[in-house]
């Protein structure tokens, strides 16, 4: 799980978490990052599907994938 202090970083630019082993859902309170402009969630085992919140982030580059 992504720790929920994680979304307190309202000027967070990259969110990096690949290959760390994390599970459970992806919280749709990750649409309060605003900054947001690129993600890496690739090599855990995160749960279900990426939260609509996710379109609100209008500065990502491209939309991240859970593979």
Same mark, same amino acid.
């Given at each position: +799980?992504?720790? /929920?202090?994680?979304?307190k @970083?309202?000027? $967070?630019? #990259?969110l990096? $978490? ?5 599970? %459970?859902?992806?919280s749709?309170?990750? %649409? /309060?990052?605003?900054? @947001?402009?690129? #993600? ?6 995160? +749960? %279900? +599907? @990426?939260? =609509? =919140?996710? %379109?609100? $982030?209008?500065?990502?580059? *491209?939309?991240? +994938?859970? *593979?």
């Open positions: +799980t992504i720790p /929920e202090e994680m979304f @970083l309202a000027n $967070l630019r #990259v990096d $978490l690949n290959d760390n082993y994390l599970s %459970g859902t992806i749709s309170r990750i %649409g /309060e990052l605003m900054r @947001l402009e690129f #993600v890496q969630l690739h090599n855990n085992d995160f +749960t %279900g +599907t @990426l939260p =609509s =919140s996710v %379109g609100r $982030l209008s500065n990502m580059s *491209k939309c991240p +994938t859970m *593979k």
